[in-house]
């Protein structure tokens, strides 16, 4: 399914708002992970910012204006809203 909102479909129609925040999230991530090297640390921040840089890409490539696309979220499961592999990164990434 088309997913323009935010992770597990939630916020929908918010594409261009979300894409900004992500761009900004990601910048940070990457200061922290220049800052903090430490493995455990390093890999939840690294799954974190794998995940939403790869659902920028899927907003850059499937948008028809500026962030204005969608992910696609592929995963279906029937207790849990649909999600991505880029979803389950930064969930994984942040549970650790």
């Given at each position: 399914?088309?997913?323009?909102?935010?992770?597990?479909?939630?916020?929908?129609?918010?594409?261009?708002?979300?894409?900004?925040?992500?761009?900004?999230?990601?910048?940070?991530?990457?200061?922290?992970?220049?800052?903090?090297?430490?493995?455990?640390?390093a890999?939840?921040?690294?799954?974190?910012?794998?995940?939403?840089?790869?659902?920028?890409?899927?907003?850059?490539a499937?948008?028809?204006?500026?962030?204005?696309?969608?992910?696609?979220?592929?995963?279906e499961?029937?207790?849990?809203?649909?999600?991505?592999?880029?979803?389950?990164?930064?969930?994984?990434?942040?549970?650790?």
């Open positions: 399914t088309r997913n323009t909102g935010a992770a597990f479909s939630s916020f929908q129609g918010a594409g261009p708002l979300i894409g900004v925040l992500a761009i900004g999230v990601a910048l940070w991530l990457v200061i922290m992970l220049r800052r903090n090297p430490r493995p455990p640390e890999w939840a921040l690294a799954l974190v910012l794998g995940g939403a840089v790869g659902n920028l890409i899927d907003r850059f499937r948008g028809d204006g500026f962030l204005d696309g969608a992910v696609v979220d592929f995963i499961w029937w207790w849990i809203p649909n999600f991505n592999i880029a979803d389950a990164s930064i969930t994984i990434g942040a549970a650790l």
